[in-house]
């Protein structure tokens, strides 16, 4: 089992940033392909970033293409999403996701293929 615990949530104004962190704990031996994804209210859960076990693969949607920069270090069994010039519509419940791979190399898109979930960070936008 892997509990994962979110922070860094909060309010900020449009344009601003945030960090959100994600820290594992438990069965933290094995290889995990880490996500991120978020919620908005009314909406579904949709993906925003993924990151191989090497930290050599990522991934974003479209949307947060440029303005947000996933990372992690495996020592601290910790992945972290940099979220810059933040708008709006990126107010949502942010949760992070990990799937054990045996591919360091591994990332995967769609929430259906992560097994480890956490209880999410709240995110707010102003205009």
């Known amino acids: 089992q892997v509990q994962l615990v979110e922070s860094g949530g909060g309010l900020v104004q449009a344009g601003g940033s945030l960090r959100l962190s994600c820290a594992a704990s438990?069965?933290?031996?094995?290889?995990?392909?880490m996500g991120w994804f978020r919620q908005a209210p009314g909406k579904g859960r949709e993906f925003v970033s993924t990151?191989?076990?090497?930290?050599?693969?990522?991934y974003y949607a479209e949307s947060v293409k440029g303005r947000f920069t996933m990372s992690r270090d495996n020592a601290k069994n910790t992945v972290y999403l940099q979220m810059n010039s933040l708008k709006p519509e990126d107010t949502a419940d942010y949760f992070c996701?990990?799937?054990?791979?045996?591919?360091?190399?591994?990332?995967?898109?769609?929430?259906?293929?992560?097994?480890?979930w956490g209880q999410g960070t709240q995110v707010t936008v102003s205009s």
């Open positions: 996701a990990a799937e054990p791979t045996i591919s360091s190399g591994s990332t995967y898109y769609t929430k259906e293929s992560y097994y480890y």
């Open positions: 438990g069965r933290t031996g094995t290889m995990y392909a």
């Open positions: 990151i191989s076990w090497s930290g050599g693969n990522t």
